[in-house]
């Protein structure tokens, strides 16, 4: 059995031109993002990302447009769904306040998550793991130079 999975994360970008990067091991794999997830039953994308930002970054955000949706087929890294994914720009309504990292994967104790920024002229698609994801860091890229 196949079925869509519809992801949807946000691009927030810094007043120092750094965009937002989560760093997860979940599923026993490492792996490095865009801040966002799916959506659930009677979801629209916007509310599914507003939650997603709470959820992850105890943050409002506002949308502020459109960027990317996926647009080759990308199997699941964790299960047999397609995944197809939305990328919005967002920006926060009040300063983030997390513990950001400078190096991937500097969990604190007991949590699976953290975050860092990466300056847009240094970002390279190795920075996120995911085919999407790689996609839309090149996409930034062009955007910025």
Known sequence: MSYFNVRVYGLLIS???EVLISDEYEYDQ?????????????EGLIEALKREFMEECNVEVEVTGHFYTTDFYEKSSFNDSQVISVYYLVKEIHPLQLNFKTKVFDFDEGVFQSFRWINLKDLSEDDVTFKTDKAVANLLKKDVF
């Open 15 to 17: 007043s120092k031109n």
């Open 30 to 42: 490492y792996f490095s993002k865009f801040p966002g997830g799916g959506l659930e039953l009677g």
